[in-house]
């Protein structure tokens, strides 16, 4: 199965600021996604990263604060926006090339 | 879209006992059931997985069953030993052409 490099693994962020979060897959990939992980919580998915076009956003979560990149097939980025302490968790990536989904190390974020 | 409740939260077991842990899915499209074992701290790890089109599955001492009608799946662990102490997440799809969604996660706890 792929393997999935994310960075950075932590961060802590002043309020109002963004931060990007990359994952680079070492194979390419049908599809990549993108989960929060609040602490003692599971994962809930932010939305799915589409190649060449728009991420598609789950209810909940929109693109101004959470815009998505994916260039290629074997990379994307999350970028929280306009950061605010409720923004705190733990985001993955995730991956998937047809036959089981692995995950990223996760970033955890604090902001303050 | 696809909804998937877990339980229990919380499970505590002799070591050497068996644990179970249960899940039920509301999208009769899913045909792929993963579960997850994730340590503090640690990205969440594939441990065993089922298509629909198999009933249950077995690896050493872990085991899936799946019941397509009634729309459930659950985890079966026997011989529990310490270090299989950890969340565990079951998880829902379409195989490689939708996101995967999680359930609620179950702490489970190996007394020595």
């Known amino acids: 199965s792929a393997v999935i490099s994310q960075k950075p693994s932590r961060d802590i962020c002043q309020r109002g600021t963004s931060l990007t979060i990359q994952c680079q897959v070492d194979s390419q990939v049908t599809m990549m996604f993108w989960y929060r992980q609040q602490p003692g919580q599971s994962l809930t998915l932010i939305a799915t990263a589409n190649q060449g076009s728009e991420a598609t956003y789950e209810s909940g979560f929109v693109i101004d604060k959470f815009p998505i990149s994916r260039p290629n097939l074997t990379f994307s980025t999350l970028t929280v926006s306009n950061m605010s302490p409720e923004d705190s968790s733990i985001y993955l990536c995730?991956?998937?090339?047809?036959?089981?989904?692995?995950f990223g190390s996760g970033t955890r974020l604090t902001v303050v | 879209g696809e909804n998937v409740e877990q339980h229990p939260s919380t499970l505590s077991v002799q070591e050497g006992d068996s644990a179970v842990i249960k899940c039920t899915y509301s999208?009769?499209?899913?045909?792929?059931f993963p579960w997850y074992k994730q340590e503090l701290g640690k990205r969440p790890q594939l441990i065993i997985d089922?298509?629909?089109?198999?009933g249950e599955k077995k690896d050493q001492r872990i085991a899936v069953t799946l019941n397509k009608t009634a729309k459930h799946f659950s985890l079966h662990i026997t011989e529990t030993q310490p270090e299989d102490s950890a969340v565990y997440f079951c998880?829902?799809?379409?195989?490689?052409?939708?996101?995967?969604?999680f359930g609620q996660g179950t702490r489970l706890t190996i007394n020595p």
């Open positions: 998880a829902a799809s379409i195989q490689g052409a939708q996101k995967l969604v």
């Open positions: 999208d009769s499209a899913s045909n792929y």
């Open positions: 089922i298509r629909s089109n198999v």
């Open positions: 995730s991956a998937t090339g047809g036959y089981g989904y692995t």
